[in-house]
Antibody
């Protein structure tokens, strides 16, 4: 059974960089066949896809966030990470990592982690 | 990319059927047979209910079904049960991925 777990600071100051890591267990990122995505949900709002990475390191970002987003992968640790720069209060959200077996569906999700942007 | 359009809320009585629509464009919903649906209970992560327009993952009851016509996809829940009360989101492949705004299902 594949499991994903987000980790990282729950509080980030405005203008700083939000950094989160997703640890995958029960399956290997480097086996290929899947994209690994970050998705966020603003409080009381809908879901927003942030971007994905493939085990090779190729990425695809949401155009609306592209200028501030970096997703990277560490296959040796079976982890992938999100960096979102120049954050504001509008980036306060629950951040999820998820597995994407291509075709744009998300079959396994992490439990989500709330990141609050505040001074 | 704009969010897909879903009704804000739908409701139905136990045993009834409800349908949730998801409208996009020819660049997303209408252009690919890659529409998925997610159920989200409060405080929980979303759960995949339908993928590739009409396929059900293992373990999802056959009361849940999906379809698509043109630029609009639909999720139908038949034989409504109390535990179906949740938020539902559609998602379409569009090169990138784009979600709908979500629909709150109330079981009366």
């Amino acid at each position: 059974q594949v499991q994903l777990q987000e980790s990282g600071p729950g509080l980030v100051k405005p203008s700083q960089t939000l950094s989160l890591t997703c640890t995958v267990s029960g399956g290997s990122i480097s086996s290929g066949g899947y994209y690994w995505s970050w998705i966020r949900q603003h409080p009381g709002k809908g879901l927003e896809w942030i971007g994905y990475i493939y085990y090779s390191g190729s990425t695809y970002y949401n155009p609306s966030l592209k200028s501030r987003v970096t997703i990277s992968v560490d296959t040796s640790k079976n982890q992938f990470s999100l960096k979102l720069s120049s954050v504001t209060a509008a980036d306060t959200a629950v951040y999820y990592c998820a597995r994407d077996p291509k075709g744009g569906r998300f079959d396994y999700w992490g439990q989500g982690t709330l990141v609050t942007v505040s001074s | 990319q704009s969010a897909l359009t879903q009704p804000r809320s739908v409701s139905g009585s136990p045993g009834q059927s409800v349908t949730i629509s998801c409208t996009g464009t020819s660049s997303d919903v209408g252009g690919y047979n890659y529409v998925s649906w997610y159920q989200q209970h409060p405080g929980k992560a979303p759960k995949l209910m339908i993928y590739d327009v009409s396929k059900r993952p293992s373990g999802v009851p056959d009361r849940f079904s999906g379809s698509k016509s043109g630029n609009t996809a639909s999720l139908t829940i038949s034989g409504l049960q109390a535990e179906d009360e949740a938020d539902y989101y559609c998602c379409s492949y569009a090169g990138s991925r784009v979600f709908g705004g979500g629909t709150k299902l109330t079981v009366l």
